[in-house]
């Protein structure tokens, strides 16, 4: 089965909206990480929730981590369009491997 | 910093052809890099851990004989497509860490490869 696997989701949202995406996962974990990438490119690293958190934030970013439900949150308060990217979580379970997620696909509407 | 460069972006290969993409740390030293392959709209799939001056471990499924890994040094990992088929072609994207740490793994911008 798949670490970090997100809603299988593709979001269309107003610029100034809020925009929310889930991941879930079926093993503990250390930490939990989201991840953006834009079309074609590389993935930027976006913020790490550790196991032992319940919340973090990051400028526009709030991640929630529930390891009972083991599943977390990536909420982006006030979307741009430079917000329109795919994102993913990904979690460290297996061997010190990261493994990812399906990924959202965020499109912001200007 | 942590800045992780892949040359080349993008590469069109006929079949049967062999095709070496770069992974480079270029302000930090990497003991450790990875490999993914992305199909389009999909998720990233690692192939295979490359560690500095040793074999790679390669993830189940991914063929050692065709995706050959070189880490001849600690800012350099080379990823060698051999005997290239269609059914390769992929956005292959490394990212490196330093001390093999999972939560410091910087990414690389990716090389798009297209075999015809």
């Known amino acids: 089965s798949q670490q970090g696997e997100e809603d299988p989701q593709a979001l269309s949202i107003q610029e100034g909206e809020n925009a929310t995406m889930n991941c879930s996962y079926k093993t503990s974990i250390n930490n939990l990480q989201w991840y953006r990438q834009n079309s074609g490119r590389g993935l930027v690293h976006l913020i790490l929730?550790?196991?032992?958190?319940r919340e973090k934030h990051s400028g526009r970013l709030r991640v929630t981590l529930d390891t009972s439900k083991k599943s977390s949150s990536l909420l982006i308060t006030a979307s741009r369009a430079a917000d329109t990217a795919s994102y993913f979580c990904a979690t460290d379970a297996r061997n010190n491997r990261l493994a990812f997620g399906k990924g959202n696909q965020v499109v912001v509407i200007p | 910093g942590a800045v992780v460069s892949q040359h080349p972006s993008r590469v069109i290969c006929k079949s049967g052809t062999s095709v070496k993409i770069e992974c480079r740390s270029l302000?930090?030293?990497?003991?450790?890099m990875f490999w993914y392959r992305q199909f389009p709209k999909q998720s990233l799939m690692l192939m295979a851990t490359s560690n500095e001056g040793s074999k790679a471990t390669y993830e189940q499924g991914v063929e050692k004989d065709k995706f050959l890994i070189n880490h001849a040094s600690l800012t350099l990992s080379t990823l060698t497509v051999t005997s290239a088929h269609p059914e390769d072609s992929s956005f292959y994207i490394c990212?490196?860490?330093?001390?093999?740490?999972?939560?410091?793994?910087?990414f690389g911008p990716g090389t798009r490869l297209t075999v015809t």
């Open positions: 302000d930090f030293q990497a003991t450790t």
């Open positions: 990212s490196a860490t330093v001390g093999g740490q999972t939560y410091e793994q910087y």
């Open positions: 929730i550790r196991s032992n958190e």
